[in-house]
């Protein structure tokens, strides 16, 4: 008797991850750069918040988040160019209305306008919380951010990877690129011209990397790319809640063990959470110089949408209103709020054109 056998086997396709178009693409990175701005006034209203010779380390080491975090809006602001989808930062809809949840996230957790505080502060870990160990990348209601950029860092591999893949996305002008000419920050590094799928990944990984470690430890991982190595954002502001520095031996996972960080939580503008500028409308001269911080902060805005749509010298018109918002925040925050709690007034970020 003859018998035969017969194998079948089916060897089905990975299915494309969640990112696997050019416009979802686009539209991703567009979120990326609402996400990385929408950490800025947070951490803004705290930095403002200090007196000036107040709190030096700690306000040094909130500054320098603001700075890396402005830097990761020009590289975001660098990948969507390079793939040929103009930045948008001058949109009312650009802006949260504070409280708000971080752009596409999991909604853990809310942002708030604070001044420096330990409420402040756990709410910059929570934004900062660096991804599990083996945690998927994640397109939408994402736990961490870095899990998000993951999501965009897969979707540029598996589009370059298909046929003719890498030359048909990068397609963008390479005179919208931003970089280290047109830029000045006296560290965390600078940004540089985004071509190729390589340039790509190095972008993602400046960015997740400052924010929350390279290869889950406390540093930023910045020597890689010829620059000085620092803590990354969420251990930065751990010093700060910790009230000491980390050392060389510690790990990702204890408490910093090294020199004291002196804080003086009480030394600060006791700043109202979550100013609107519509509270004020029966306190005119209130009312006015808040319109004047938020129509400076709109002018910003501006500079910085025309810097990323092919203008990178308007870049520099961005530090003095940098500094210009920084008098009229604190300006702000010495008028008591009205409140009877003992608050003060504070910046709002409202868009006002």
């Not at 980390?246 to 020199?259: H, L």
Request: include cysteine.
């Amino acid at each position: 008797m003859k018998t035969t056998s017969s194998r079948t086997s089916s060897l089905t396709p990975p299915l494309p991850p969640p990112i696997n178009t050019p416009d979802s693409l686009k539209e991703h990175l567009q979120t990326a750069l609402m996400i990385e701005h929408s950490t800025i006034p947070p951490y803004l209203c705290a930095l403002y918040s200090i007196p000036n010779g107040e709190n030096v380390t700690a306000s040094t080491l909130i500054r320098s988040v603001v700075m890396e975090e402005m830097l990761h809006m020009v590289l975001v602001a660098n990948l969507l160019n390079a793939i040929n989808c103009p930045p948008k930062v001058k949109d009312p809809k650009f802006i949260p209305t504070y409280p708000a949840y971080l752009p596409h996230s999991d909604k853990k957790f809310v942002v708030q306008l604070l001044p420096f505080g330990t409420d402040a502060i756990e709410t910059f870990l929570k934004i900062e919380m660096p991804a599990p160990l083996g945690a998927p990348p994640q397109s939408g209601d994402f736990r961490t951010i870095a899990q998000f950029y993951a999501a965009i860092r897969q979707g540029f591999e598996y589009l370059c990877a298909q046929p003719g893949g890498e030359k048909k996305l990068f397609v963008g002008s390479a005179s919208k690129q931003i970089d280290g000419s047109s830029w000045y920050y006296g560290g965390g590094g600078a940004p540089f011209a985004v071509d190729s799928l390589k340039t790509a990944l190095e972008a993602i990984a400046e960015i997740t990397e400052q924010g929350e470690g390279y290869d889950h430890t406390l540093y930023d991982g910045d020597n890689r790319f010829g620059q000085v190595d620092e803590l990354a954002h969420f251990f930065r502001f751990n010093e700060i809640r910790a009230g000491r520095r980390y050392q060389a031996t510690d790990t990702p996972n204890g408490y910093p063990t090294g020199a004291a960080l002196v804080v003086d939580w009480s030394a600060r503008f006791p700043m109202a959470p979550n100013p609107k500028v519509s509270e004020y409308a029966d306190r005119p001269e209130i009312h006015q110089l808040m319109m004047e911080f938020n129509r400076t902060y709109t002018k910003l805005l501006g500079s910085l949408d025309t810097a990323f749509n092919g203008t990178p010298s308007e870049l520099l018109k961005a530090v003095p209103l940098m500094y210009d918002l920084k008098y009229r925040a604190q300006t702000l925050m010495a008028i008591p709020s009205g409140r009877g709690d003992g608050t003060t007034v504070g910046p709002s970020f409202e868009y006002a054109p």
